[in-house]
C-alpha cells in the first residue's frame, strides 16, 4: 500500500516548510517534496512604486539578509540611473555585507543547526534546540551569540539600525563614516577572529563524527554556480558568473550577471511556492545546479585573504573535485566567516573608507536594471523595469534559496531512504529529514514562506489521505 | 523557578521581528532563565500546545491557513502581543491589497516562469483576498510597533509581562521605527 510521511512544520529553519515522503507499497521511499506554502508577492507589490523606495522595501522580504537584498536591489537602481558608483561607496557596501555574512552565517551554524550537530540527532526534542546547547556546552553557545551580535553591532555602526537600515542607497551609500564609526566596528574584529577560528578547529575534529551525515546529507553529483572576482576569487557583490560541473570542470565562465535569463531558467512546481531554477541550456531536468557557502568555495579559485585561502586550500582537499556533500556547507559556514573578519579589517584599513564621495546622484536614465549579487545563501538576482518617472513595472526577483530548490528535493529523498523505512518511524529519523534541509539552510521566509498547513505532528497517510499512524508531537 | 510558557509565531513576516528578539544577544539568555520556550520557530516542537502564557505573533494573516492557526492560537492563549507592524497593520504583506489575487500569482507563477507557467494549487494554502493585521481575526491584548521593535523595546515589554509592571516598552518604539 502506498503511504505518505508528513512532516509539518519543519523547524529550525528560516522560514516555513513541509516535506511529504512517498512509500510504495514495500514500504520503500519512492519520492519527497519539499512544500514551501506561503506567498508574498513582492514581485507583483513592487508595481508602482518608485525605483528609489526598493532597497527599503525589498529588504523587507527577509530579515535574516536584509542588507544583502538592500544591495542588490540597489545595484539594479544604479542600472536604471546609469551611474558609475564611487569606489568608496563600492568598499563600503562590501564591508556591510561582510557584517551580514558574520551574522547570518551565525545564526544557520549556532542557533539552528548546532543543536543537531552537538546535541545529536536524536536528542530530547524538547532541549534540541539553542537553549539545549547552552545548558550541555554553554561557551559554544555563547560563542555563537557573540559573533552573531559582532555582525548586528557592525550593521548598526555603519547604517544605523540592525535590521532593516537605509544606509544602502541607488548610487551609493547615504552617509559617509565618521572615525568613530570606524573605531566601533574595528574594536570587536580581534574577538571575532578568535571565535571563528576556535569553532573551526573544533568542527574540523569532529567531522569525523558526521561521517553517516557527510555520505547521505544531499550527496550527489550537480553543478555549482556563484559569482567569481576577475581573479576568480569569493566575490559577494560584484564580479561574473561561473558554472561548473560535478567534476569541477567550468561549463559556463565570465558571465555578465545581466545575461542571467540566458543560463538561468525557472520552472513552476504545482506543489510549492517555491520556483524552481534550472541551468537553461540543459533543461528542468538535467539542469540542477547548486549554490551558496559550499558551491562557492567549489567554484572559485581562492578566497582572496591569507587565513581563508589556507582553509579553503584544505576545503578542497576534503575529496578530489568539488565537495558534492551539502552537509560541508556548515564548514564552508565558517570558512566564509574567516573570509568576512579578514576583508572588513582590510576594507577598514583603506583610506577609502574615510571618503566623503559616497553617492553618485541622476535621475533615472534607463528602463531597466538588473542587480545579482551572492547572498549568504548563494547567488541572488533583483531585476526590474521603470516607466519615465521612474516607477516600476514589473519586477523579477530570483531568491538565493531557490535555486537549490532541485537539489534540496533530491537531498530529502537521499537522506529518506537511506534513514527511513516505513514500518516505524522514529522522531530522530525524521529529525535528519530536516538537518538535510537546514544544512542547506533556506531562508524559506525570503522564498516566501508559511506557517504549517495544518498545526499537525508526524502523520503517515494511507493512499487515500487517511492518517495511519501519528508520531512525535509533544 | 517557575517557567512562563512562551511561543513565538511567525505568519506573514520577514522574520526581521525573530532576529530582533534575538538581538537580545546574550540577554536572551537572561530571558530564557525565567521562560520555556513551548513553541517557536527556534526549537523543534510541531504542535502549537494548550495553556501557553504569552505568545508574541509575527506577521499579517495572508492565508487560510495562518487564519486557522491564529484562532487556535488564541484560543490556548492567555496573552496575545502583536509583534511588528506586519502583524499590528499588515504593513508589507498588506501592500499587495490593491491588486487581484490572480494578479499577484500570475505575476510569478506565469509571467516570470521560463517553462510550466501555472499557479501551484496542490497542497498549499489558499491566499485570502487581503492580507490583514492580526486584530482583525482575533483579540489581542498588546500591541508593539516597529519594522521591526527594537530589541529593547521587546525586552522591556517581556519583563513587564513578565514580572506584571510598566516598564515602558512603547516609549522606544514606534510604527515604522
Ligand atoms: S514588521 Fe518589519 S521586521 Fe517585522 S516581519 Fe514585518 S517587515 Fe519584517
Redesign the interface.
Known amino acids: 500500500m502506498e503511504r505518505t510521511i508528513v512532516?509539518?512544520?519543519v523547524?529550525?529553519?528560516?522560514?516555513?516548510g513541509?516535506v511529504?515522503i512517498f512509500l510504495d507499497e514495500n514500504g520503500d521511499v519512492c519520492d519527497a517534496r519539499l512544500?514551501v506554502?506561503?506567498?508574498?508577492?513582492f514581485?507583483?507589490?513592487c508595481?508602482g512604486r518608485p525605483y528609489y523606495e526598493m532597497p527599503s522595501?525589498t529588504q523587507?522580504?527577509?530579515?535574516?539578509c536584509?542588507i544583502i537584498h538592500s544591495i542588490a536591489s540597489a545595484k539594479a537602481c544604479d542600472q536604471i540611473l546609469g551611474v558609475r558608483v564611487p569606489d568608496p561607496a563600492v568598499k563600503l557596501r562590501r564591508l556591510i555585507n561582510c557584517a551580514q555574512i558574520i551574522q547570518s552565517h551565525a545564526?544557520s551554524f549556532f542557533?539552528?543547526s548546532l543543536p543537531d550537530l552537538i546535541l545529536g540527532m536524536d536528542y530530547d526534542?524538547?532541549k534540541?534546540?539553542?537553549?539545549g546547547v547552552?545548558e550541555r556546552y554553554p561557551s559554544i553557545a555563547?560563542d555563537g551569540?557573540?559573533l552573531?551580535?559582532i555582525g548586528?553591532e557592525t550593521i548598526k555602526a555603519l547604517a544605523g539600525k540592525?535590521?532593516?537600515p537605509a544606509w544602502v542607497v541607488p548610487g551609493g551609500v547615504n552617509e559617509p563614516l565618521d572615525s568613530e564609526d570606524i573605531d566601533q566596528v574595528m574594536s570587536p574584529l580581534p574577538e571575532a577572529m578568535t571565535i571563528v577560528r576556535r569553532t573551526l578547529d573544533w568542527f574540523k575534529n569532529s567531522l569525523e563524527e558526521h561521517r553517516e551525515e557527510i555520505r547521505f546529507f544531499a550527496n550527489f553529483p550537480s553543478m555549482f554556480m556563484g559569482l567569481v572576482n576577475d581573479l576568480g576569487n569569493l566575490e559577494f557583490i560584484d564580479g561574473k558568473l561561473r558554472l561548473i560541473d560535478y567534476k569541477g570542470d567550468i561549463v559556463a565562465d565570465s558571465v555578465q550577471p545581466e545575461r542571467y535569463?540566458d543560463y538561468i531558467?525557472?520552472?513552476?512546481?504545482?506543489?510549492?511556492?517555491l520556483?524552481a531554477p534550472y541551468y537553461?541550456p540543459l533543461g528542468?531536468e538535467e539542469g540542477m545546479y547548486r549554490v551558496g557557502p559550499a558551491a562557492r568555495l567549489n567554484i572559485v579559485d581562492g578566497c582572496g585573504t591569507p587565513l581563508a585561502d589556507q582553509e579553503w586550500a584544505e576545503f578542497r582537499s576534503l575529496g578530489r573535485g568539488p565537495a558534492l556533500s551539502s552537509f560541508y556547507n556548515h564548514y564552508a559556514r565558517l570558512i566564509e566567516i574567516l573570509y568576512a573578519v579578514e576583508t572588513m579589517e582590510m576594507l577598514l584599513n583603506d583610506p577609502d573608507i574615510r571618503s566623503p564621495h559616497v553617492r553618485a546622484v541622476a535621475q533615472p536614465n534607463y528602463e531597466e536594471g538588473i542587480g545579482v549579487v551572492e547572498a549568504p545563501r548563494g547567488t541572488l538576482v533583483h531585476h526590474y523595469k521603470v516607466d519615465e518617472h521612474g516607477l516600476v513595472t514589473w519586477a523579477?526577483l530570483i531568491v538565493a534559496t531557490g535555486n537549490n530548490e532541485l537539489a534540496m528535493n533530491r537531498g530529502i529523498m537521499q537522506t529518506a531512504k537511506r534513514f527511513l523505512n516505513g514500518k516505524d518511524i522514529s522522531e530522530g529519523m525524521l529529525?535528519r529529514v530536516e538537518a538535510v534541509i537546514r544544512a542547506f539552510d533556506p531562508c524559506l521566509?525570503c522564498s516566501t514562506?508559511?506557517?504549517?498547513?495544518?498545526?499537525?505532528?508526524?502523520r503517515l497517510l494511507g493512499p487515500d489521505g487517511e492518517v495511519l499512524s501519528e508520531a512525535?508531537?509533544? | 523557578m517557575n517557567h512562563t510558557r512562551v511561543a513565538t509565531?511567525?505568519?506573514?513576516?520577514?522574520?526581521?521581528?525573530?532576529?530582533?528578539l534575538?538581538?537580545l544577544?546574550?540577554r536572551?539568555?537572561d530571558l530564557?532563565d525565567r521562560i520555556e520556550?513551548v513553541y517557536s520557530?527556534?526549537?523543534?516542537?510541531?504542535?502549537?500546545?494548550e495553556d501557553v502564557s504569552i505568545t508574541l505573533v509575527e506577521g499579517a494573516v495572508?492565508?487560510s491557513?495562518?487564519a486557522?492557526?491564529i484562532r487556535?492560537i488564541r484560543e490556548r492563549t492567555t496573552l496575545l502581543v502583536s509583534l511588528g507592524d506586519c502583524a499590528v497593520t499588515a504593513n508589507?504583506?498588506a501592500?499587495?491589497n490593491r491588486?487581484s489575487v490572480e494578479?499577484?500569482?500570475e505575476?510569478?507563477?506565469v509571467h516570470?516562469?521560463?517553462?510550466?507557467?501555472?499557479v501551484?494549487?496542490?497542497?498549499?494554502?489558499r491566499?485570502l483576498k487581503r492580507s490583514r493585521p492580526v486584530h482583525e481575526f482575533v483579540d489581542v491584548d498588546r500591541f508593539l510597533p516597529g519594522?521591526?521593535p527594537p530589541?529593547e523595546a521587546i525586552f522591556n515589554l517581556m519583563s513587564e509581562l513578565l514580572d506584571g509592571r510598566p516598564t515602558g516598552s512603547s516609549i522606544i518604539t514606534r510604527f515604522g521605527a
Open positions: 512532516i509539518d512544520p523547524t529550525r529553519i528560516e522560514g516555513h513541509r511529504s512544500h506554502t506561503q506567498f508574498r508577492g514581485e507583483k507589490l508595481e522595501l523587507r522580504i527577509c530579515g535574516i536584509p545564526v542557533h539552528l526534542r524538547t534540541r534546540n539553542l537553549f547552552v555563547r551569540i557573540r552573531r551580535s548586528q540592525r535590521i532593516h535569463a531558467g525557472e520552472s513552476v512546481k504545482p506543489w510549492s511556492y520556483k537553461k528542468p523579477n529529525n521566509s514562506h508559511q506557517v504549517g498547513e495544518t498545526i499537525t505532528s508526524i512525535g508531537p509533544s | 509565531v511567525w505568519l506573514d513576516g520577514c522574520s526581521g521581528c525573530h532576529m530582533s534575538l538581538d544577544d546574550e536572551v539568555l530564557a520556550l520557530p527556534l526549537v523543534d516542537s510541531k504542535e502549537f500546545p495572508s492565508t491557513d495562518d486557522e492557526k487556535l508589507i504583506p501592500m499587495r491588486f494578479a499577484v500569482l505575476r510569478a507563477y516570470n516562469a521560463a517553462i510550466g507557467g501555472q501551484p494549487g496542490i497542497e498549499v494554502p491566499l519594522c521591526p530589541p
